[in-house]
């Protein structure tokens, strides 16, 4: 058996050369410092990469890109097909996991100057390879079509249409239409499956063949400064006098933390299962809250918390400058220091990024100011509000509901949180003002004028001045010593 | 390879047995959706609870009392409305008040078959027996306010207060801005049904009393619609109470009522 095995081998070998060609590359020698368990992020990266072929193309098997038939081939995925849910959440997990795994190598990248001289160019492919593999995991969440992915592309195609000049051509090109209809769903099969993955492919092979070519940056060393002149020369003197090759000696790392990187996608997938389909895609059901895949969070909550007029500047301007800024920095700071020890603005630009990431990430994941559609019906007006409050209060708590007030107030901790909870908010305003409030709205309160009738506004009003705690009193108007009671009718 | 065939044997053998269970086991595992969590679109949801949940309970109660609006968990309500005024006043809603119209039809989100639903719900649910036999909610006779006026003295004075306007253990029920945000059939329903839920006898009134009869109803209920200002009418900006004058929606009424018309 064995030797059948390897006699094929050889025979095959004979002719492609195979072992003469790889034999160097794997024995190739590399700096003994890079044989380290920080270098093994890319080559994670790359096999999370080839899980997300061969996932992707079983479940291309399945799956129906076509509008009205995409939900159900998932949902026939799920709950029909044996393991169908287990492919999709590997193939779900597995695009979260590239994403981090690929934000982490380029942050040891960043932070260890391998972008410096002469590794410029690999820093631009693995730019590309960021903005590509951004493109799959947008373009993948589109796949689901479902509730979230509506919104998602919702979200991609406003930003878009704000380009100036050539926005609605961008869209008609991207959605196959003014709006997201039966085309846009083939057009972002044909980019998740074939424009954007042979992109990736090709940018990859680049990308390996620039970081055998220019070697593996070594460890950096503060004071050792990249010098035009001398630096190649220097590497090769360090790879002869202390390299080690390649293979086993740094490639057993990558083995071991690429498997386990393998594992986890594994048990994530079998402990928390597949991403959605969320719900049927269709845009007249308003009643549900979407949300985009995490990467996509910071970018949600951002756009939540700008006011209107900064929006479209930053769309267009961001995104923008963000990819000028990471193709610049190799031919702006490429020589001098590499050592992060030595580069102390760049570690403090790496901790502001990921700071201001996970801040809105995690405002996005608890998105406090997207209302809560289903509150105004669905939310009791909590009991301890309602007890011993006269006729017209109780109408005014009726007329909070169903002028949908709660979708954005909480009452007893239940409703949105996009304006402050009103549990005590007698003892924050007085009458008039709150008639005010409620007219007039304010910040980012819509204002109700024409949409109550004075008899509304004043049970409203009435309600909500009795919502203070029993000990504590509510506010008064100094100015109008009546304030508080009810002017005679 | 030295070890001995038996052990190898053993070897593969278990490796099989261990990956038919991890197999056979992926259907418990935890991540693997389960039936329950399957989505559906809101049209197609037929459970009570849940229609209840998501749709009345905001004003009607968690449990179909105790809430702002009308108590619907109550057996002397179930009993005098009939099912056709339960359903049309889900599907289209009580104009001019905050029931707003739930039927796809008016713009709501639920199917004619979700408001059977929700009306048989509510029959199986929270109806019982009642004796005797209240009167009807929908009976239309006219009352007459100055009978209804010494009805309401004798029979719910003593919490409204004298004139209606408040009094030791309730609120004013002549409030003009009250009326206007309450229909007739929601006068009916208090008087007949009361409000259990806080403490308001039913028609029966308090124990040792004669039950109201439907006159009685109709004339007390008349009563206090009496009390309500003339229905605002765009054209007639005086009709709205000084109170409003400093309120700049005055200037622009949006509700006009047609169900207290008479």
Redesign the interface.
Known sequence: MKSLFSSIGSWLDERLGLSETLAPVMGHQVPRDTASWWYVFGSATLVLFALQVVTGICLALVYAPAANEAWASL?WL??QQP?G??LR?LHGWGSNFMVGMMTVHMIQVFLFGAWKYPRELTWLVGVFLFLCTLGMAFTGQIMRF?QDAYWGLGIGVSMLARTPLVGPYLVKLLVGGPIIGAETLSRFFALHVFVVPGLLIGLVVVHLVLVLRLGINEWPMPGRLVDRETYREKYEELVQADGVPFFPDAAKRDIVFAGVTILAVIAC??????MG????P?PT?I?TVPRPDFFFLSLFAAFALLPPWMETVLILTAPVVGIVALLAMPFLFGLGEKSWKARPMSVLLVVLALVILVTLTRLGITSPWSPDM????????P?RF??G???????G???L??KQC?NCHSLGGEGGERGPALDDVATRLTRDQL?RQV??GGGNMPA????????????LV?FLETLHPANQPPARDASRPAAGA???? | MTSRPGSSLLARTLAAAIACAAIAGCDSLPGKPREADRPIRPSEVTDFAALWGTNCAGCHGADGDRGSSTPLANPVYLASATDAAIRGATADGIPGTSMPAFATSRGGLLTDQQIDLLVQGMRSRWGKPVSPTPPGIDDATAGDPGRGAAVFAARCASCHGQDGAGGPKAGSVVDPDYLQLVSDRALRAATIAGRPDFGMPDWRGESGREPLDAGQVADVVAWMASKRPAPIVATAPAAVAPAHAANPAAAQPTTTRNDHVP
């Open positions: 949902e799920n709950y393991l849910w287990f959440a479902d997938a079998a402990i928390f299962g597949p389909p969320n719900g049927v269709d059901l009643r289903d509150a105004w019906s669905a939310d009791p007006t009991v309602l007890e409050r006269t006729p017209l209060e109780m109408r708590a009726s007329v509901q169903a709660r008639i007219i007039q109700y004028g024409r949409n109550l009738s004075p008899a509304e506004v004043t049970a009435s009810r002017p005679p009718a």
